[in-house]
């Protein structure tokens, strides 16, 4: 199986890893921060910080060719479950129909002090 790293322009990390890896026909994205390409994280409402995970997912599969109809797995982590309602309506404008299966979890702490990380697995292999 072949295998290759993924890493747009702009996409910033945090640590010894790759924004996505391309295994096969997956693609898996590391957890995206609310980060702005200069690798400061955006301040301000959840809606801005969800926005922007999505955005950074959509361009690390633009990247490898992909669209965020090809995700078939989503993680979100939350630093307040109280946020939870907030973030369903803003990634529900990211499709249009049949999302991805996902999960939702409230953690202790994320990097930098986040509020939100979204990390995503993707089949790039067709239909």
Request: hydrophobic residues 45%.
């Amino acid at each position: 199986m072949s295998r290759r790293t993924v890493t747009p322009p702009g996409a910033p990390v945090y640590g010894p890893y790759s924004p996505a890896v391309q295994a096969g026909p997956f693609l898996f994205v590391s957890g995206q921060l609310p980060a702005l390409p200069s690798g400061e994280l955006l301040s301000g409402p959840i809606e801005d910080q969800a926005r922007l995970c999505m955005e950074n997912i959509a361009g690390i599969l633009r990247a490898a060719q992909g669209t965020l109809g090809d995700l078939v797995k989503v993680t979100i982590y939350l630093a307040d479950m109280r946020d939870f309602g907030t973030v369903n309506s803003v990634y529900a404008m990211f499709f249009d129909r049949d999302p991805p299966a996902r999960a939702c979890v409230e953690v202790a702490r994320l990097p930098k002090d986040a509020r939100i990380e979204i990390e995503a697995v993707a089949y790039l292999g067709g239909a």
